[in-house]
């Protein structure tokens, strides 16, 4: 079974620049995650889809992150304009929808704003 | 609201030495029990689930970990640590019935030769 894809693996860019990170998620996982990675702390959700809905993006700055799902399938998560304290690691992970299952993830995107 | 707490961001230890990795959790409603490990520049994997049943829960590469309700604790242990465990170690709850899960900030596991 292919598991949760990533790209790109690294993205060097400027402030104020844009990037963008695209995951394909397991095959048949209708719930896919969005987490962020700052060196040093544990991941944080930036937005969660069931689908192609979204069902929590409490934590996503809005003013400068969006993410889509379309089709209900793969992902692109977007960052305009980047911030230097938006260099982190961008965790893609993908779960099947029932409680209690396992969150599988990607080996991330890894985002230096310099 | 739910939380996670892992006790040590760091834990030294000598090789073939037993460890214990802590993790403490808050929630108001039934909670699902994660272990992951990340190594260097990689995702994180799962190491072992408590869903249900015996609160002793064995996992990959030797780990297991003890479920306490009355202490709302769920610590990682390995009788004898190799090389090759140097990783990161991140607890996790998930919400019985919510598909959603928190982190702990994680330890980073340095075993020495």
């Known amino acids: 079974e292919a598991g949760v894809a990533q790209s790109p693996r690294y993205k060097i860019i400027e402030k104020r620049q844009s990037v963008a990170f695209w995951c394909n998620p397991i095959s048949g996982h209708a719930t896919l995650y969005w987490y962020q990675q700052i060196l040093g702390q544990g991941p944080k959700l930036l937005i969660q889809f069931q689908n192609n809905g979204v069902v929590d993006d409490s934590q996503l700055p809005k003013d400068r992150f969006s993410a889509e799902r379309l089709k209900g399938v793969d992902s692109t998560l977007k960052i305009q304009p980047a911030k230097l304290e938006d260099s982190a690691v961008y965790l893609c992970?993908?779960?099947?929808?029932?409680?209690?299952?396992?969150?599988?993830f990607g080996e991330g995107s890894w985002l230096t704003v310099v | 609201a739910q939380s996670v707490t892992q006790l040590d961001s760091q834990v030294p230890v000598f090789e073939e030495a037993p460890v214990e990795l802590r993790c403490n959790y808050s929630?108001?409603?039934?909670?699902?029990l994660f272990w992951y490990v990340q190594y260097p520049n990689q995702g994180l994997q799962l190491l072992l689930k408590y869903l249900s049943g015996s609160t002793l829960v064995k996992g990959i590469n030797g780990f297991e970990a003890e479920f306490n309700k009355s202490q709302t604790s769920f610590h990682l242990r390995k009788p004898s640590v190799h090389i090759s465990d140097t990783a990161e170690y991140f607890c996790?709850?998930?919400?019985?019935?919510?598909?959603?899960?928190?982190f702990g900030s994680g330890t980073k596991l340095n075993v020495k030769p």
């Open positions: 929630s108001s409603v039934s909670v699902y």
């Open positions: 992970a993908s779960s099947p929808n029932f409680s209690g299952n396992t969150i599988y």
């Open positions: 996790a709850v998930s919400l019985v019935g919510i598909n959603k899960f928190y």
